[in-house]
């Protein structure tokens, strides 16, 4: 069955850092592109990061540039978002995606 896994999340303070990290299962992982979204309560799910196949490409949100770190393990079937300096902003559930599927989300809790 197809299934994302999330893990990593926690309760962190701003300007530290946390690892997040995504389980693929059920889909051919190393043929596909995938995606980082984060949702805060009252607000609508936002795309965070992207990379392709190769894991040589990435795209990332312009608030997160510079901080937040993409990468996949085609291997392991993983993919790896890396977030340092975290600002509270940065706060909310995170998925990783694939075309309609999602996982069940991993929160990220940022105190200033």
């Not at 984060?38 to 894991?55: F, L, N, Y």
């Amino acid at each position: 069955q197809v299934q994302l896994v999330e893990s990593g999340g926690g309760l962190v303070r701003a300007g530290e850092s946390l690892t997040l990290s995504c389980a693929a299962s059920g889909f051919p992982f190393s043929l596909v592109g995938m995606n980082w979204y984060r949702q805060t309560p009252g607000k609508e799910r936002e795309w965070v990061a992207t990379i392709d196949i190769s894991g040589r490409n990435t795209r990332y949100f312009d608030s997160v540039k510079g901080r937040f770190t993409l990468a996949r393990d085609n291997t392991k079937k993983t993919l790896y978002l890396q977030m340092n300096n975290l600002e509270p902003e940065d706060s909310g559930v995170y998925y990783c995606n694939w075309n309609d599927i999602w996982g069940q989300g991993t929160q990220v809790i940022v105190s200033s």
